[in-house]
């Protein structure tokens, strides 16, 4: 299959053709609801932790990343697996694929002033990503492609190896498990996202 997409035409008859593409699902959803879920997730009784790699208090332990299994939560797991189930079909996957996704974990981050997650990918699983309970637009989540041997002195469309996504409130942002992402370190006072991993 020829799918090749010109993008520049030279002055010298050559044509730079792209290849490739690295895409992420974005889509706002559940936004009048995004209080409640706030204060949901605050009253859990999880074990949250932090490690020197992830610098957040987190949810996410062998045995409590099953935030999809509380019924209290089925509206945000509900919209979050039928964007996928679309992302997935964008991509190229049959309806029998796509109608086999689940989530398999899932958990959630309470991160402060000064919070970050290293860079990182999500390994064993298909589609990952995030959805933003509470945020402020000073921080962002970085993804990554590096191919590069050497860094151009003017970076452009061609030759960039990361990307930034502002935090917003309602944000649910799908992609890759294997696509490289960190966090800043936190300028708000307080943010919420849940997290999940799809197989």
């Known amino acids: 299959m020829n799918n090749t997409m010109i993008y520049k035409n030279l002055d010298n008859g050559g044509e730079i053709h792209t290849w490739f593409p690295k895409s992420i699902y974005y889509k706002k959803i559940l936004e009048n609801d995004l ?15 932090r490690t020197s790699e992830f610098e957040v208090e987190s949810s996410y332990t062998v045995n409590e990343n099953l935030l999809h299994k509380n019924t209290n939560l089925k509206s945000v797991f509900n919209e979050i697996l039928k964007s996928a189930k679309q992302y997935s079909k964008e991509l190229g996957y049959d309806n029998h694929y796509s109608k086999k996704l689940k989530i398999e974990s899932s958990w959630f981050n309470i991160s402060n002033s000064g919070d970050y997650l290293q860079r990182h990918t999500h390994p064993n699983s298909f589609l990952s990503g995030v959805f933003y309970v509470k945020c402020g637009n000073e921080d962002y989540i970085r993804f990554y492609e590096d191919d590069m041997l050497a860094t151009p002195k003017f970076v452009n469309e061609l030759s960039h190896t990361n990307t930034n996504y502002i935090c917003q409130p309602g944000v649910l942002l799908i992609f890759k498990s294997n696509l490289p992402h960190s966090t800043n370190k936190q300028i708000s006072s307080e943010k919420i996202a849940i997290s999940f991993n799809i197989k």
């Not at 209080?35 to 932790?49: A, G, H, P, V």
């Open 35 to 49: 209080t409640q879920i706030e204060k949901y997730l605050k009253s859990l009784k999880y074990n949250m932790r």
